[in-house]
Nanobody, 115 residues
């Protein structure tokens, strides 16, 4: 089992920044992926960004150039730096961990961007 604890959500004005953090604990596999997804009211969950243990990243087109994902392998922690936030970024953001055979999700943290 892997536990994920997220932090860093909140309310910010359009154009502002927020940084999300997610710490993983438990049975961490040597090969894993971590990332962030989000779900806005009435919309499907969207995978926002992912990062491998080696540091390779991928982003949804909607956040490219504005969001940066990174990780600290020593702390089993993944970060999402969100800049130039837009009202359409408002959603619950979920941390994601993929090990050798299972996916895990955090409890979610609310990000609200006011116009």
């Amino acid at each position: 089992q892997v536990q994920l604890v997220e932090s860093g959500g909140g309310l910010v004005q359009a154009g502002g920044s927020l940084r999300l953090s997610c710490a993983a604990s438990g049975s961490i596999s040597s090969i894993n992926f971590m990332g962030w997804s989000r779900q806005a009211p009435g919309k499907q969950r969207e995978l926002v960004a992912t990062v491998t243990k080696g540091g390779s990243t991928n982003y949804a087109d909607s956040v490219k150039g504005r969001f940066t994902i990174s990780r600290d392998n020593a702390k089993n922690t993944v970060y999402l730096q969100m800049n130039s936030l837009k009202p359409e970024d408002t959603a619950i953001y979920y941390c994601w961990y993929r090990g050798l055979s299972s996916d895990y999700w955090g409890q979610g943290t609310q990000v609200t961007v006011s116009s």
